[in-house]
């Protein structure tokens, strides 16, 4: 049988079935790829092979150049606009105006051109996974070659600490144990042997006879033989859901681009009647085009994209402070709108640390306490604590738990922001670190014991026996056998019980009771251990396991679990006030991740768990229709997180996806955000991601959802203020123009009024402090137009009422001076200006202007005083007055352009008191 290349479609899943490895044994998977596994492939068989299959790496896409990347960023709609409002300022003369508009859209360009770079390094990361090189059987000889050389068929070897340098079909495994949770998201090693699977279709977590690459040997040696390499592999499979996934366009970026073309459309539609209406009314044409063509630049929110930015960018400052890194500016505010985070397990929600939290022995169950690996922490007896010294049966579980492990606690310095703590760490086995801090709070330790019994051999941990078990001896001579393993197994070679200090027989009745005690803690989701020992006379020999494993005397139980965070639980609340439902997505065994989930407040009582087998057997359309329902999966792999991401934004969700490990790379682009973790996340994850946790703390995504929603209200709030502004500046000019007045503005003072009084307080209001109720209240719409919630009803009114007494401002003043157009036009522009520095603290709120202390901001108040010192400098200052077309005004002047200037604030506010209360709020509740 020649052996065939598998390849993969683009959701993922092999085009075709020719081989299920891991229901196979291993001598037909050896036939299938023609080797001797004794003898491995010759030199020209692997040569023919590597031109079939290529080479063993990750493969990466076509690339844009740089300098195509850039030119990208000059394709939007909106900034192909600016540049021609840019032209036609050059053309007017107005350099300065010109000027400006290219720094904005040169500052985006930049902007967006950094992130395009830094967003694409996905496949990088994931290529420093691959092992280099992979110690490889060739024509009888055992031989380290680079592993990018590795051909379907090759047979490698497996030691400690080897990365894995292919997806192998494990042919040998001695004592193996391979960590895999970068790949299933699992936090335990994995224990593997040879034998086939009774069914082919299990989760990845399931395959005990298959090793894949980028995954790492903890423990034991093995042999496999190479069944997919490069792109074919598991790891490839990610690769290709990352470079296939689309990334999400942001709420943000959908609703600025439609405001946009609006805006546009609007703007020259108005621009185009007021100047066809002033020439109909006998204005000088060539004057009414300038005007017009001013008006057009100031009615195009050409600053809304920089003010936009500068919000964002303050806003991810802000999210520095709270230990959330920010790699894409619009991210911050996509996490506002979000109404689902699905989170994984391992390392999110979990600290991805084992640790002892309870002990059964002599027919009591005792509570362990403490966080971390540092060895502080009580034992309890319900809720009285106890002294493990005094206590015979747990003293001598916790001997055993010292003495049977090959695990060390190591005690560090800190470094960087943690450099004056202690840090505490485990080198070796995560289950074994457990026991030994366990231990540690007691104040047993390895070392102390070592120096009273040394050791004279170890029986170590396999799949046959399950159960480790270590030989020691003291300075008298006398030895004992240690032992640990799994309780279902060890409690078959126990023939006495540890109980009250002394030795007994061990009934049928004791083994009820222990076994019942194991299935109680098992449903607590933790992983359980038994101990036990037994005294060997110097006459044993040795090298007889399965004699010396015999006659034990069981002394208790240990359960322990990767338990959840403190602070997660809380912040899932906040997120359940919010609006927002986190959904748990793991790798882990259903029953744990059920147990952690109900612990945290995820899983509801009317919720759903589903888990991988689920997922492979029900089509897209049975599952969109449960998938609102779910709060669990379980056993999930990478291409069912990515199912999950899809099946919930087809539900109209704004989706961010949190997760550290390699497997979640595709889920975490596919989201609308994707969070990935800053300590214990792969360099996949973050180069992946829109945010990275510095803390690894879930808590922190809060603060993220927080920063998110207040930058959105900002910037809703100055493109209210922007807009209204635009809108009461076309308006004096339109109604002027339609009653045949003189224009009440000139060019130069409506361009002035564009850069000037709108740009300094829009920018002020970017960093408007947030509300008191912004996580009280649920996600907005993503869908929702950035004009929803009032904002548009805002603009109408403000906008309406700014221009009628800006124009009723200028009539009267004309009225009474009709020789001096100028000063009218004087009065006009002050009046125009000043409403709008007035209105823009109306802006503050979706209420009226009184709902809000104006001193809560005081950027925003400089702002405005800076805006009002610049009106009378062009005003007063006479070098000034010929280039901006305004004379000096008195204290009568001054008196109309106050109360116009405050008229349409407090009309506004009258007309909002007397609508119902949240009118606008109450329709989208409705609907």
Not at 205 to 232: A, F, L, P, Q
Not at 383 to 410: F, G, T, V
Not at 429 to 455: F, H, N, Q, S
Not at 557 to 562: E, R
């Amino acid at each position: 049988m020649d052996w065939k290349i598998d390849r993969w479609d683009k959701g993922g899943r092999k085009l075709a079935e020719q081989a299920r490895w891991i229901d196979w044994d291993p001598e037909r998977v050896a036939a299938y790829f023609g080797v001797n596994p004794s003898v491995g492939l010759n030199g020209d068989e692997a040569k023919e092979r590597l031109k079939r299959a290529g080479y063993n790496r990750l493969a990466e896409g076509e690339k844009s150049s740089l300098f195509g990347l850039f030119i990208d960023q000059f394709k939007d709609f909106m900034v192909l606009v600016l540049l021609v409002a840019t032209l036609i300022s050059g053309l007017l003369g107005e350099y300065t105006d010109a000027i400006a508009i290219i720094a904005i859209v040169l500052l985006n360009a930049f902007l967006g051109f950094i992130q395009e770079v830094r967003a694409e390094k996905s496949l990088s990361a994931l290529k420093k996974l691959s092992a280099p090189t992979a110690k490889v059987l060739r024509q009888g000889k055992w031989t380290r070659i680079d592993a990018s050389l590795l051909v379907p068929g090759d047979v490698v070897a497996l030691e400690s600490g080897d990365r894995i340098p292919a997806d192998l079909r494990l042919i040998k495994a001695e004592s193996l144990y391979i960590e895999e949770s970068a790949l299933t998201g699992e936090s335990v090693p994995v224990e593997k042997n040879s034998a086939p699977l009774p069914h082919a279709d299990v989760s990845l977590g399931d395959r005990k006879n298959m090793g894949y690459m980028g995954t790492m040997v903890v423990r034991g040696n093995g042999t496999g033989i190479v069944v997919h390499t490069g792109m074919e592999t598991e790891m490839g499979r990610i690769a290709h859901l990352i470079e296939t996934t689309e990334t999400m366009d942001t709420p943000l970026k959908r609703r600025l681009e439609q405001l946009g073309k609006i805006l546009i459309i609007v703007a020259l539609l108005l621009t185009a009647l007021v100047v066809v209406t002033g020439i109909l009314h006998g204005q000088d044409a060539y004057r009414m085009f300038l005007a017009g063509v001013s008006l057009a630049v100031a009615a195009i929110p050409e600053g809304l994209p920089a003010i936009v930015t500068i919000a964002l960018a303050l806003g991810v400052q802000r999210m520095i402070k709270r230990r959330a890194i920010v790699r894409k500016l619009p991210s911050v505010e996509t996490l506002g709108c979000a109404t689902v985070i699905c989170s994984d397990k391992t390392g999110t929600l979990t600290q991805n640390k084992m640790f002892v939290t309870h002990i059964w022995t002599d027919q009591k169950l005792i509570q362990v306490t403490g966080s971390g690996y540092e060895p502080v922490g009580k034992f309890k007896l319900g809720k009285q604590e106890i002294d493990a010294a005094k206590e015979p049966a747990l003293k001598q579980l916790l001997e055993i738990s010292a003495l049977c492990n090959n695990a060390s606690l190591i005690k560090e310095k800190g470094a960087g922001v943690i450099k004056k703590r202690t840090v505490w760490k485990i080198d070796g086995d995560p289950t074994d670190g457990a026991l030994i801090v366990t231990a540690g709070k007691a104040g047993i330790t390895g070392e102390t014991l070592k120096k009273e019994w040394v050791r004279v051999k170890e029986y170590p941990f396999d799949s046959e026996r399950k159960m480790m078990s270590v030989l020691v001896r003291n300075k008298n001579g006398k030895q004992r056998l240690y032992a640990k393993g799994a309780p279902e197994i060890l409690i078959g070679r126990c023939t006495h019980i540890y109980s009250k200090g002394k030795v007994v027989p061990l009934t049928r009745e004791h083994k009820q009771t222990i076994l019942k005690m194991n299935e109680q803690l098992a449903a607590m989701a933790l992983r359980n251990l038994a101990f036990a020992y037994r005294e060997v006379p110097q006459t044993t020999n040795l090298n007889k396991d399965w004699q010396i494993e015999q006659n034990l005397v069981f002394v208790g139980l240990a359960g322990m679990i990767d338990p959840p965070r403190g602070e997660v639980k809380e912040a899932i609340e906040v997120c359940r006030r919010a609006g927002i439902k986190t959904v748990m997505i793991t790798g882990d065994h259903q029953t744990t991740a059920v147990a952690i989930a109900s612990e945290l407040g995820i899983k509801r009582p009317e919720g759903l768990t589903l888990s991988g087998q689920d997922l492979y057997n029900m089509s897209d359309e049975e599952f969109l229709r449960v998938a609102n329902e779910v709060d669990v999966y379980a056993r999930v792999s990478p291409e069912h997180k990515l199912r999950i991401v899809k099946a919930l934004q087809k539900h109209g969700h704004v989706v961010a996806m949190t997760g550290d490990g390699v497997n979640d790379a595709p889920a975490i682009k596919a989201a609308d955000i994707g969070i990935a973790m800053g300590v214990t996340g792969t360099d996949v994850s973050k180069e992946a991601s829109s945010l990275i946790l510095a803390d690894d703390n879930f808590a922190t995504i809060v603060s993220a959802v927080e920063e998110g929603r207040n930058i959105y209200d900002n910037i809703r709030k100055f493109i209210s203020y922007l807009l209204a502004s635009n809108v009461g500046e076309i308006l004096i000019m339109f109604l002027a123009m339609l009653f045949g007045f003189p224009l009440p503005l000139v060019p130069i003072q409506i361009l002035w009024v564009n850069l000037v009084t709108d740009g300094l307080p829009a920018m002020a209001l970017g960093v408007d402090p947030a509300e008191d109720n912004t996580m009280e209240r649920a996600p907005r719409n993503s869908r929702e137009s950035v004009f929803a919630r009032g904002v548009g009803w805002k603009i109408v009114t403000r906008g309406l009422l700014i221009g009628f007494c800006s124009l009723a401002a200028f009539w009267v003043t004309y009225a009474e001076f009709p020789d001096d157009l100028v000063k009218a036009q004087t009065v006009a522009f002050a009046t125009l200006v000043l409403s709008q520095l007035i209105y823009v603290f109306d802006c503050r709120s979706q209420g009226t202007i009184f709902q809000r202390n104006p001193f809560d901001n005081p950027a925003l108040v400089l702002a405005v005083l800076s805006s009002v010192a610049l009106l009378l400098a062009v005003i007063y200052y006479r070098p000034l007055g010929p280039v901006f077309h305004t004379v000096p005004l008195g204290l009568r002047e001054w008196i109309l352009v106050t109360v116009t200037s405050t008229l349409p604030v407090i009309v506004a506010g009258l007309f909002d008191v007397m609508r119902p209360r949240n009118w606008h709020l109450k329709r989208i509740a409705n609907s």
